[in-house]
């Protein structure tokens, strides 16, 4: 190469980066290695690799080359300095968390986030002693004040899930340093491509890769991605990267791993011990999902942007949050954090309340009636009768799942026919 320097761009590391034709094959795509375990060269070989003073592969437990591939792609999607492939996105929120926090532990989570997450926060992990403390996105300096010296980490999403809301990013991040906890940051709904969540200040990116970066609708997976940023050592605060680890004759993770100390922390203690790891196989999917990424993200994007702006016009919609639309609420922000585009999920309140949202979903047909988003097909839920059917109302209303609420992820359709479908769906008798 003419120019050693040359950093590729988005849409080449989308395509090559952790990838090489296979040593011994030449096979061009990345091989599913279908393998539980790995042959060691040699006794001292096997010694070497269990206690950390070489890389290599052991058990698909806690590495596999497929995998591996997914992990060096992503980081150098985000700008991070290594990843660590689970098997879901909430497996790589457990992992993250059981390696920052001990038993009465706190951390500090944005309340406009993914129903799932909010579940899990407040169910699971109250289980492992970890307690959530609720801050508003909309007013940050309730972050400030829900910090305690037992505040271990912060979580924000980007673009929350569903409500079309984006997390001011930098001012939370500076709240984070101040408080001297990492800022962990939900990329899922964004992407890399639209969002950039390290150069604003996060330390740790997680990321569903079952949604956009897979982004067919056939996998579930999970990343971790360590930004390299954080000094784990101060003040003895996360103990299971600056203690001595007794099962590894007692080295210290971040003395010896520097800036990808809390990825390898995941793996060899996380992803070990509890297990969730990613099948090869979905892997490979998700690889693949990902060449096309900055295609579709930005396909799903301008589909969104014109299907809200038809939307807010129609006579039988009251509202639509979606940060793209010009005088959304969230639109100076969506101009700053994600200025190619807003994404493909968005949120409708429509005027004949529950009895019309029921209509909707059942009078679509290109649209599929289901509880998930980042299809390349277009998806449609009310969560009113479906994931949150068990709230009261006053509960629906303040998860953002009133009566009134239908949630779209937006697919790489023709936009007419998606319009189309909305239309005859809004006004079928
Ligand atoms: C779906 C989702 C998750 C959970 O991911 P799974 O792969 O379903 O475990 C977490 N965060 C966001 C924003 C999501 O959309």
């Given at each position: 190469?003419a120019?050693?320097?040359?950093?590729?761009?988005?849409?080449?590391?989308?395509?090559?980066?952790?990838?090489?034709?296979?040593?011994?094959?030449?096979?061009?795509?990345?091989?599913?290695?279908?393998?539980?375990?790995?042959?060691?060269?040699?006794?001292?070989?096997?010694?070497?690799?269990?206690?950390?003073?070489?890389?290599?592969?052991?058990?698909?437990?806690?590495?596999?080359?497929?995998?591996?591939?997914?992990?060096?792609?992503?980081?150098?999607?985000?700008?991070?300095?290594?990843?660590?492939?689970?098997?879901?996105?909430?497996?790589?929120?457990?992992?993250?968390?059981?390696?920052?926090?001990?038993?009465?532990?706190e951390?500090?989570?944005?309340?406009?986030?993914?129903?799932?997450?909010?579940?899990?926060?407040?169910?699971?992990?109250?289980?492992?002693?970890?307690?959530?403390?609720?801050?508003?996105?909309?007013?940050?300096?309730?972050?400030?004040?829900?910090?305690?010296?037992?505040?271990?980490?912060?979580?924000?999403?980007?673009?929350?899930?569903?409500g079309?809301?984006?997390?001011?990013?930098?001012?939370?991040?500076?709240?984070?340093?101040?408080?001297?906890?990492?800022?962990?940051?939900?990329?899922?709904?964004?992407t890399?491509?639209?969002?950039?969540?390290?150069?604003?200040?996060?330390?740790i990116?997680?990321?569903?890769?079952?949604?956009?970066?897979?982004?067919?609708?056939?996998?579930?997976?999970?990343?971790?991605?360590?930004?390299?940023?954080?000094?784990?050592?101060?003040?003895?605060?996360?103990?299971?990267?600056?203690?001595?680890?007794?099962?590894?004759?007692?080295?210290?993770?971040?003395?010896?791993?520097?800036?990808?100390?809390?990825?390898?922390?995941?793996?060899?203690?996380?992803?070990?011990?509890?297990?969730?790891?990613?099948?090869?196989?979905?892997?490979?999917?998700?690889?693949?999902?990902?060449?096309?990424?900055?295609?579709?993200?930005?396909?799903?994007?301008?589909?969104?942007l014109?299907?809200?702006e038809?939307?807010?016009?129609?006579?039988?919609?009251?509202?639509?949050?979606?940060?793209?639309?010009?005088?959304?609420?969230?639109?100076?922000?969506?101009?700053?954090?994600?200025?190619k585009?807003?994404?493909?999920?968005?949120?409708?309140?429509?005027?004949?309340?529950?009895?019309?949202?029921?209509?909707?979903?059942?009078?679509v047909?290109?649209?599929?009636?289901?509880?998930?988003?980042?299809?390349?097909?277009?998806?449609?839920?009310?969560?009113?009768?479906?994931?949150?059917?068990?709230?009261?109302?006053?509960?629906?209303?303040?998860?953002?799942?009133g009566?009134?609420?239908?949630?779209?992820?937006?697919?790489?359709?023709?936009?007419?026919d998606?319009?189309?479908?909305?239309?005859?769906?809004?006004?079928?008798?």
């Amino acid at each position: 190469m003419a120019d050693a320097e040359r950093i590729p761009g988005f849409n080449t590391l989308a395509i090559h980066a952790g990838a090489k034709p296979d040593p011994t094959t030449g096979a061009r795509a990345t091989p599913i290695y279908q393998t539980t375990s790995f042959v060691f060269d040699d006794v001292d070989h096997a010694a070497s690799l269990f206690g950390l003073q070489a890389f290599g592969n052991i058990y698909t437990r806690i590495g596999n080359p497929t995998n591996a591939v997914l992990e060096e792609r992503v980081a150098a999607l985000e700008g991070g300095t290594a990843g660590l492939a689970v098997a879901s996105g909430h497996a790589a929120q457990v992992v993250v968390m059981q390696t920052l926090l001990m038993p009465g532990d706190e951390f500090v989570a944005s309340k406009k986030l993914y129903g799932g997450s909010i579940n899990q926060f407040n169910h699971a992990f109250k289980s492992f002693g970890w307690q959530v403390v609720w801050a508003d996105p909309d007013d940050i300096s309730s972050f400030e004040k829900a910090i305690t010296p037992k505040t271990k980490a912060i979580f924000i999403e980007s673009i929350a899930n569903p409500g079309g809301v984006i997390t001011d990013i930098e001012a939370v991040s500076k709240i984070a340093r101040k408080a001297g906890v990492p800022l962990i940051v939900d990329n899922t709904l964004a992407t890399p491509y639209l969002c950039k969540p390290f150069n604003y200040g996060a330390d740790i990116i997680v990321h569903s890769l079952t949604k956009f970066l897979g982004g067919h609708g056939n996998s579930i997976g999970g990343m971790i991605v360590d930004g390299g940023t954080f000094n784990w050592s101060r003040e003895g605060r996360y103990p299971m990267l600056s203690e001595p680890r007794p099962e590894y004759s007692g080295i210290v993770l971040h003395e010896t791993f520097g800036n990808f100390a809390f990825a390898i922390a995941c793996r060899v203690l996380g992803l070990r011990d509890l297990g969730p790891a990613l099948s090869p196989f979905n892997a490979f999917l998700i690889l693949t999902g990902i060449e096309t990424l900055p295609l579709r993200m930005q396909r799903h994007s301008d589909n969104a942007l014109a299907v809200a702006e038809w939307l807010s016009k129609r006579p039988e919609v009251a509202w639509v949050s979606y940060a793209g639309l010009p005088g959304d609420k969230y639109n100076a922000l969506a101009k700053k954090y994600t200025p190619k585009g807003s994404g493909a999920v968005m949120t409708v309140g429509l005027k004949g309340g529950y009895d019309a949202g029921v209509k909707l979903v059942s009078n679509v047909q290109l649209f599929s009636h289901l509880a998930n988003i980042g299809d390349t097909r277009s998806l449609i839920i009310h969560p009113a009768s479906t994931t949150h059917k068990q709230l009261s109302d006053a509960q629906k209303v303040q998860a953002g799942a009133g009566p009134d609420v239908v949630r779209l992820s937006i697919g790489l359709e023709d936009k007419e026919d998606i319009i189309a479908d909305l239309e005859q769906g809004l006004t079928a008798k």
